[in-house]
Structure formats: C-alpha cells, structure tokens
C-alpha cells in the first residue's frame, strides 16, 4: 500500500469522521464516547492551534483518509508548558500494521520539533495494546498511570501516561 502524510485541509473533515467514528463507536480503544459529525470535524481543523500538528495519512490510490495524528499545546493558560503538547493517533482499522502509525509518527515528531515542542504526552487506555506497544516503539515512556481514569459502561479504565522528549 501506498500512502502519503501531508497537513490536514478543512476538506479532510468527513475522512476524519470515517476514521475516528469506527473507533469511538466500538467502545474499545478509547475514552470517546460519542461519535463526532462532519461539523464537529470542521469546526476542529477550522480552530486547530496554529502552532499544532495536523497531520494525515491518505492512500495514493483512492486518496482516501487512513490515519491522522495530531499535537495541540498542553496548555493556554501559562507560558511556562509551551513547549509540552499532546498527542493523539488514530489509523483507520483495516490499514492497521502496515506502516501508517510509524510514517506518522516521523512526520509528526519532526513537525512538532520544528515548531517548538520539546516534549510530547498521550493517555492510553491500558487494556489498548496496540497503542501502547506503538508510542513504546517510538521511543515514548511510561510516566505513569492514572487509575479508574475513564468509567466506561459501568467498567473502569485506566488509563496509561507517556511521555517523550524530542
């Protein structure tokens, strides 16, 4: 397969709900719990941080959205965390282990170097494997674990802190 990372464009914002609505409705990698409209979507990339990352991956083939990743400041109300952002990552299920997370992951972890950030965090829920074994893979560290973090039908989740300096 092949595929390319480009920046999000505001026309990107129904391939985003195809990606992201999937994994939000299946109730199992994530603590979203509603599925989002093309508005909401639009609305998103619209007002993304100016300083943020957006990026995504589209097959050449169909030019079809795959995966998108991004970074958003940790925080607006101090100076002091500019350099801290927050990473999210989502691949599209059946484009799974075949490469886009990790070409996303290069593109973003460049990107948002070269736009100041110094270090990156994600929440994981911890019973998702897959997300944890590729922020591990790319050099990300436990920096702990926020116990019954998320309630989620009734169950507790707990959810998994990483951290990586660039």
Partial sequence: MNFIIRNVLSSDAKGITEIINPIVESGQFTILDSPFSVSDQSFFIQYFPVNGVFLVAEDETSSKLIGYQTVEPFASYTRTLDHVGIITTYVAEN?????????LF???????????FEKLIAQVRDDNEAALSAYLKQGFDIAGRAKKHAKINGQYID??????LL
């Fill in 95 to 103: 484009h799974r282990q075949q490469g886009v997370a990790s070409a």
């Fill in 106 to 116: 290069r593109a973003t972890l460049e990107t948002a170097k070269a736009r100041g």
């Fill in 159 to 164: 959810e998994v802190m990483l951290e990586k």
